[in-house]
């Protein structure tokens, strides 16, 4: 050791000691600010990658509008100006011929990359085996003119489709009388119960549960059903297939009262809404659309459904009377009409950094150097969850505790410090003004292993209305608002247990009719996947 440095050290173990932790301090907060310092770099280098894209595609949108207006609209071009290219052509074609004889090339290695290759055909699909006879010339040695043996075969698979057909089901009803006397009377065969969907009605469960998954789940409107159906030989009128929708809710309804009963028992309940635009019927005619809402709410780990709500407008009754007996966390948007259900103190707010971080985004033009700092923060919060999604709850906070915490503190310092230099209503002073009123919902989430930093599963959630909306426009009445959100709930709990929301349908409206409210429970999509994997493992 240099004699300089071992003089300069104290004697005293103590002192010492206070050293070594002095200069492991220093150390972790010069790491920490040198990951602020690679984050904030990275968002910036986000940002200019993005508006570079952006320019580029400004200056492409603004040429075509200029040769719209002032150029030729011939495409044609100049053959002299093909000579300014003749150059690069030439080197480019080079590039390829040696790429092309670099591909070609063996390894020195001697390994050959594996391609991706065609994936295989899933196994349970059905197979038509088509067997090529070889020419009977071929069957005979030219060698010894003896008969050659079959050894084997070479199989390869052709996927092709077969259009969805329908089909008729005829429920015959024998019937008998006496032939000796006519006090006897005429007795006929009861009418089955199962498989009815609606009472002496046309369809079978197998029509109305596509129908349902074609609108609800593939986002096909009933009028492009019917055409589809006018294809097959069939007419029925969108109308129709509409009562066969509200009918069909009216079915699950109770089944979709058991998953919403079951999500109120929750620990953590996400939420959020999204509009929808509704006719409304003036007498005979048709009037304004109004604006109503669906609103979603997922269950937790162990009441795994996802349930939709309609209400004609955006009013917090609606929320409030969907969540009357919930008592545990609510993870929804900053949304006034959600105040008044935290002032009991039963429902507890915890706030989406989705929707902060959002907002920051968005003034990263007005405000740059401001506007990557806190990305960059925000950004180190989410690399703490990204590393602790596989740990358990109590993992993920002591997590928390450790590195999450230190960057919400100083995060807020730093707003805090922020908010006097920037105008209120600019885009950085809404950003810094949002995130500082709702700073108590925001950091909940470091204080419970179960709750998430954000609300984008309900945010997903919402994405099929949206989509959905975009193709069939509009609601008819809010009747069919509160048809849309059952049907809605039944399709997104199936998905989100992986089941074929078609033969989930399908099974489940075959015999929801006929059974008793209390034995319902069988029909909840993870009862029912469990109850499928069982006979498929006793079969």
């Known amino acids: 050791m240099d004699a300089t ?14 050293l070594l932790r002095t200069r492991e301090s220093q150390l972790q907060q010069r790491t920490l600010e040198l990951q602020q310092r690679d984050a904030q770099l990275h968002e910036q280098q986000t940002t200019i990658a993005q508006l570079e894209r952006e320019n580029e595609g400004l200056t492409h949108r603004l040429s075509l509008a200029l040769r719209k207006i002032y150029g030729r609209s011939s495409e044609r071009i100049d053959p002299a100006q093909l000579l300014l290219f003749a150059q690069a052509m030439q080197q480019a074609a080079q590039a390829m011929e040696a790429v092309a004889e670099a591909q070609h090339a063996p390894s020195a290695s001697g390994n050959k990359r594996k391609g991706h290759g065609r994936r295989p055909l899933p196994a349970d699909l059905p197979r038509h085996r088509i067997e ?53 009377g005429v007795v006929t065969a009861e009418k089955p119960t199962d498989g009815q969907v609606i009472d002496k ?51 699950l309804a109770p089944l979709v009262l058991l998953m919403a009963h079951r999500i109120r028992r929750s620990k953590v ?24 809402r669906l609103w979603v709410y997922l269950g937790d780990y162990d009441h795994p459904y996802t349930v939709f709500d309609y209400t004609p407008d955006r009013s917090r009754d609606g929320p409030t009377a969907w969540l009357k007996d919930f008592k545990g966390y609510l993870q929804a948007d900053a949304f006034g009409g959600y105040d008044g259900i935290y002032v009991k103190g039963d429902i507890i707010e915890v706030a989406c950094w989705a929707h902060a971080r959002r907002k920051f985004y968005d003034s990263r033009h007005s405000d740059t150097q401001r506007a990557h ?15 602790s999604k596989d740990l358990d709850a109590e993992q993920r906070l002591a997590m928390h505790q450790a590195r999450s915490r230190p960057l919400l503190a100083q995060l807020r310092a730093w707003m805090t410090e922020q908010r006097d230099q920037v105008l209120p209503k600019s885009p950085m002073g809404t950003a810094i003004g949002y995130a500082l009123n709702n700073w108590d919902a925001l950091v909940r989430y470091s204080s419970d292993g179960d709750l998430a930093i954000d609300n984008n599963v309900a945010e997903r959630a919402i994405r099929p209305l949206v989509i959905g909306r975009k193709n069939y426009l509009h609601m008819g009445s809010d009747t069919g608002g509160r048809t849309a959100a059952i049907l809605y709930s039944v399709i997104a709990s199936a998905k989100r247990h992986g089941l074929d ?28 996947r469990d109850q499928q994997l069982q006979e498929i493992a006793e079969g």
Do not use: N
Not at 373 to 387: F, K, S
């Open 5 to 18: 440095l071992t003089c300069s050290l104290p004697d005293d173990v103590e002192m010492l000691r206070q």
């Open 132 to 184: 090529h006879a070889v020419a009977a010339e071929e069957l005979t040695c030219p060698c010894c003119d003896q008969p050659r043996v079959r050894i084997g075969e070479e199989v390869t698979e052709q996927l092709d489709y077969t259009p969805a057909s329908l089909f008729v089901i005829q429920h015959v009803r024998p019937k008998y009388a006496c032939r000796r006397c006519e006090e006897g």
């Open 201 to 251: 009605g046309l369809p079978g469960p197998g029509l109305v549960a596509h129908v349902i998954t074609s609108k609800y789940c593939d986002h096909a409107p009933l009028y492009r059903q019917e055409s589809m159906l006018a294809r097959h030989g069939v007419d029925i009128a969108r109308s129709t297939m509409c009562g066969w929708m509200q009918a069909a809710a009216d079915l």
């Open 269 to 292: 309940i996400h939420t959020d809404d999204t509009p929808v635009p509704v006719q409304q019927k003036s007498g005979q005619k048709t009037g304004k659309m109004k604006t109503g």
């Open 373 to 387: 700092h806190a990305l960059a923060l925000i950004r180190l919060l989410y690399d703490v969850e990204r590393e």
């Open 501 to 528: 929301p078609f033969v989930y349908l399908r099974d489940v409206l075959a015999t929801i009719g006929s059974t008793p409210t209390s034995q319902l429970d069988q029909f909840l999509p993870d009862r029912w």
